[in-house]
């Protein structure tokens, strides 16, 4: 998306939002770390501390921030300058390439899960078994609730229901829409037919559809996949069905710190490809084409 030009990047520059390391130093006016922790941080560079939302402190809403490996240097380099508000620390027992997508996709994922604000033991389907929601499948069954898989590719299906924490139910997206109600209905229980929530971790134009018409009366969805195209959506779906649309980006150091305690205390799952900075172009191609797997991590001796 940076190289596409989506965030008005200034080439070149280093990439990588999501890092992990081992803090070489610390700043004279830094508390709460010390050389040698181990630790992530969340996609920021910097934020403006003088927006409506700094102020407040929503940092993450900052109307005009720097970001790590979009529009500031990230974290394909021996050393890289973090920003103590952005930085989380990791487990000693978490390997850095599993913390490292954990920095975004994995606070995307769990911050689209909090948003959707649905009681435990609820409902909640992952739409897009990708990057992030192989993640999220696992996350919101922790977390307590009904979970529903839902993709175009039965590998990806077939993949998270080999997990510990597999979803109750997996609904392949080229089945009808009658059929995928049917399988929802019969897994989970409720007052309304439907889920409760729709976690949309995709940018496929079909997907929206598709949530709206799984999501249930009164029901909630989240929006984190960004098409190029925009989202389109039958009004007679959203409006007769009284949907809620919400928007969700990422999630502060509090719930990014909240969610890599919770990822290691279940033993979750993230899948992994390693690749060496030298192959930086080669991994991108591979994920232009469509055939990636799960995560891609760049990993420096």
């Not at 102020?55 to 809403?61: L, S």
């Not at 959506?233 to 919400?246: A, E, N, P, Q, R």
Request: aromatic share 6%; hydrophobic share 40%; net charge negative.
């Amino acid at each position: 998306m940076a190289l596409n030009g989506e965030f008005e990047t200034r080439v070149p520059f280093i990439g990588s939002h999501e890092p992990a390391g081992i803090i070489e130093e610390v700043g004279s006016q830094v508390t709460g770390f010390q050389k040698g922790d181990r630790v992530g941080c969340i996609n920021f560079d910097s934020v403006c501390g003088k927006c409506p939302d700094c102020k407040a402190g929503r940092p993450i809403y900052c109307d005009a921030p720097m970001m790590k490996g979009i529009t500031a240097d990230g974290a394909w380099a021996e050393y890289m300058v973090a920003d103590a508000r952005f930085v989380v620390k990791i487990p000693d027992d978490m390997e850095f390439k599993v913390a490292a997508p954990l920095m975004c996709a994995g606070i995307s994922i769990y911050g689209g899960i909090v948003r959707a604000n649905v009681p435990q033991g609820g409902s909640i389907g992952i739409v897009g078994i990708g990057g992030l929601g192989h993640i999220g499948t696992q996350v919101a069954k922790c977390m307590g609730y009904k979970v529903a898989a839902i993709d175009v590719k039965q590998s990806a299906l077939d993949a998270v229901a080999s997990y510990e924490h597999k979803p109750d139910v997996s609904i392949l997206a080229t089945d009808s829409v009658e059929e995928s109600q049917e399988k929802i209905n019969k897994a989970m229980s409720g007052d309304y037919p439907g889920l409760d929530a729709t976690v949309l971790a995709t940018d496929h134009p079909s997907a929206f559809e598709l949530a709206a018409a799984l999501t249930r009366k009164h029901g909630t969805m989240v929006l984190l996949g960004q098409p190029e195209k925009g989202i389109t959506m039958s009004y007679h779906t959203v409006i007769y069905k009284d949907i809620t649309l919400v928007g969700s980006l990422i999630a502060d150091t509090a719930a990014a710190q909240a969610f890599i305690q919770l990822f290691h205390e279940y033993k979750l799952h993230v899948e992994v490809k390693e690749w060496k900075l030298e192959q930086a172009e080669q991994m991108r191609q591979e994920y232009l084409t469509g055939k990636s797997n799960g995560k891609n991590v760049i990993v420096i001796d």
